[in-house]
């Protein structure tokens, strides 16, 4: 039966019962190819230059595409910033290329101490502990602090890495309504009704990235400690390209060493691999090092690694980062503006995440792939990761984005999705006069 590469998702081929495991993969190489040789499958991209604001990308199919880049993320512009670099190059002929180790056994370099210190003070906490990634970071904090007898409540919209690392921990999680201050009160009054004893977790985020769109975090941390319970806050997306100093929406919501628990990741602002939690407590910190599974188990970040984020969170806290905050939101007003002009749908506040609606998944396969032939790169989101029928382009910004680019963008953008649109009918014209 021959397979539609307009229709179908990854869902498809998670839990399909097979005698083999080889047998699942099979299923959904023979959807992905049936894609790819359509020329609708738009990830798994590589670069072939720099991910700056115009780039060239090969895709999975081996075509090459230049344009304007909104498919990779450098919130700041600073992976290709010159102080960046230097420091990475210096870290090399001090340390080499490799971490020596776990941060439980002696694979820190010194200069972590100053990072984490530094980390710190932006976020006004105490201590702070880093992890390989941000993934291992959000999954981490969770897993290593919750036991199977504890719960997590967490927005139904929480990264995979949380999301995972509370479906680990314990059976007792209770998935929220979008940012929903009300279904995740009565939560934590029934949990707590029925169970005083054992802990609880909740978890947001400072932006959500699908969505662009923000929690009150100061009535998060509120219920938290009407119910003795935990908050955790993941500010990968908002740390360092907005709020004061680069403080992201912790900053802007005067919530700065109030939170319970921050947790974040360097790769979208600070250039990088790598992730952080931090808090106000020692006891916190140290535990994470001994029990969460992907600290102790991980190689700690390496010295370029460190010393990249370290130069990276110097220029975010100097006055050039406030520059170059300023710059992002006049690419990003400029981005949004001209998509709406245009009559497209947006998600959420401005922000380097600008979510754009499309739609359909044929639709949006389509014109995710006509957007490349037009110059302009931009991420497909589409289910399971967004609902279905809900497709979306993820489009990142950077600093260096020009806003005469963005406007141009936005015209392109438009014409792809239209087009794509116009050739799904024809298509299913001409299905329909076949079938009559």
Same mark, same amino acid.
């Given at each position: 039966?021959?397979?539609?590469?307009?229709?179908?998702?990854?869902?498809?081929?998670?839990?399909?019962?097979?005698?083999?495991?080889?047998?699942?993969?099979?299923?959904?190489?023979?959807?992905?190819?049936?894609?790819?040789?359509?020329?609708?499958?738009?990830?798994?991209?590589?670069?072939?230059?720099?991910?700056?604001?115009?780039?060239?990308?090969?895709?999975?199919?081996?075509?090459?595409?230049?344009?304007?880049?909104?498919?990779?993320?450098?919130?700041?512009?600073?992976?290709?910033?010159?102080?960046?670099?230097?420091?990475?190059?210096?870290?090399?002929?001090?340390?080499?290329?490799?971490?020596?180790?776990?941060?439980?056994?002696?694979?820190?370099?010194?200069?972590?101490?100053?990072?984490?210190?530094?980390?710190?003070?932006?976020?006004?906490?105490?201590?702070?502990?880093?992890?390989?990634?941000?993934?291992?970071?959000?999954?981490?904090?969770?897993?290593?602090?919750?036991?199977?007898?504890?719960?997590?409540?967490?927005?139904?919209?929480?990264?995979?890495?949380?999301?995972?690392?509370?479906?680990?921990?314990?059976?007792?999680?209770?998935?929220?309504?979008?940012?929903?201050?009300?279904?995740?009160?009565?939560?934590?009054?029934?949990?707590?009704?029925?169970?005083?004893?054992?802990?609880?977790?909740?978890?947001?985020?400072?932006?959500?990235?699908?969505?662009?769109?923000?929690?009150?975090?100061?009535?998060?941390?509120?219920?938290?400690?009407?119910?003795?319970?935990?908050?955790?806050?993941?500010?990968?997306?908002?740390?360092?390209?907005?709020?004061?100093?680069?403080?992201?929406?912790?900053?802007?919501?005067?919530?700065?060493?109030?939170?319970?628990?921050?947790?974040?990741?360097?790769?979208?602002?600070?250039?990088?691999?790598?992730?952080?939690?931090?808090?106000?407590?020692?006891?916190?910190?140290?535990?994470?090092?001994?029990?969460?599974?992907?600290?102790?188990?991980?190689? #700690?970040? *390496?010295?370029? !690694?460190?010393?990249?984020?370290?130069? &990276?969170?110097?220029?975010? @806290?100097? $006055? +050039?980062?406030?520059?170059?905050?300023?710059?992002?939101?006049?690419?990003?007003?400029?981005?949004?503006?001209?998509?709406?002009?245009?009559?497209?749908?947006?998600?959420?506040?401005?922000?380097?995440?600008?979510?754009?609606?499309?739609?359909?998944?044929?639709?949006?396969?389509?014109?995710?792939?006509?957007?490349?032939?037009?110059?302009?790169?931009?991420?497909?989101?589409?289910?399971?990761?967004?609902?279905?029928?809900?497709?979306?382009?993820?489009?990142?910004?950077?600093?260096?984005?020009?806003?005469?680019?963005?406007?141009?963008?936005?015209?392109?953008? #438009?014409? *792809?999705?239209? !087009?794509?649109?116009?050739?799904?009918? &024809?298509?299913?014209?001409? @299905?329909? $006069? +076949?079938?009559?």
């Amino acid at each position: 039966m021959a397979i539609d590469p307009g229709a179908g998702s990854t869902r498809d081929y998670l839990a399909t019962p097979v005698r083999r495991v080889v047998d699942r993969a099979m299923g959904f190489e023979q959807w992905r190819s049936a894609r790819e040789r359509a020329g609708l499958m738009p990830y798994a991209k590589y670069l072939i230059k720099p991910p700056r604001a115009s780039t060239t990308l090969q895709y999975s199919d081996g075509r090459r595409f230049s344009g304007i880049n909104f498919a990779t993320q450098d919130y700041l512009s600073l992976a290709s910033h010159p102080a960046v670099m230097t420091a990475a190059t210096e870290a090399i002929q001090r340390f080499g290329v490799h971490s020596a180790g776990s941060t439980a056994l002696a694979g820190n370099v010194h200069e972590a101490l100053r990072l984490e210190a530094e980390i710190s003070e932006l976020l006004h906490t105490r201590h702070t502990l880093l992890f390989p990634t941000g993934w291992a970071a959000g999954y981490g904090v969770i897993r290593g602090l919750v036991r199977e007898t504890d719960h997590v409540v967490l927005d139904v919209l929480a990264h995979n890495c949380l999301q995972e690392g509370a479906m680990a921990a314990t059976r007792n999680l209770y998935r929220i309504r979008h940012r929903d201050l009300a279904m995740t009160r009565h939560r934590l009054s029934t949990i707590r009704a029925h169970d005083p004893a054992n802990a609880i977790v909740v978890v947001t985020e400072g932006i959500f990235s699908m969505d662009a769109d923000v929690p009150d975090l100061r009535a998060f941390q509120a219920l938290c400690r009407e119910y003795e319970a935990t908050l955790i806050v993941d500010v990968a997306h908002d740390l360092g390209c907005m709020g004061p100093d680069g403080s992201g929406q912790i900053g802007v919501q005067g919530m700065l060493g109030e939170i319970d628990i921050v947790m974040g990741s360097f790769s979208k602002t600070f250039a990088s691999n790598g992730g952080f939690v931090s808090c106000n407590s020692r006891a916190i910190k140290e535990y994470l090092r001994y029990y969460a599974p992907s600290n102790t188990f991980s190689n #700690a970040l *390496s010295p370029i !690694q460190i010393a990249v984020v370290q130069t &990276a969170l110097g220029i975010v @806290r100097a $006055l +050039e980062g406030e520059a170059l905050r300023q710059r992002l939101h006049t690419a990003v007003v400029a981005l949004r503006q001209g998509l709406s002009d245009e009559g497209l749908r947006l998600y959420g506040e401005p922000h380097a995440i600008v979510p754009m609606a499309v739609g359909s998944e044929a639709v949006a396969r389509r014109a995710t792939m006509l957007a490349a032939r037009n110059d302009v790169l931009v991420n497909l989101s589409e289910f399971p990761a967004v609902p279905i029928n809900e497709s979306r382009f993820r489009l990142q910004v950077m600093a260096t984005h020009e806003p005469d680019d963005c406007r141009a963008a936005a015209k392109l953008i #438009a014409t *792809s999705v239209r !087009q794509a649109e116009a050739d799904i009918a &024809a298509d299913r014209s001409g @299905r329909e $006069l +076949e079938a009559a």
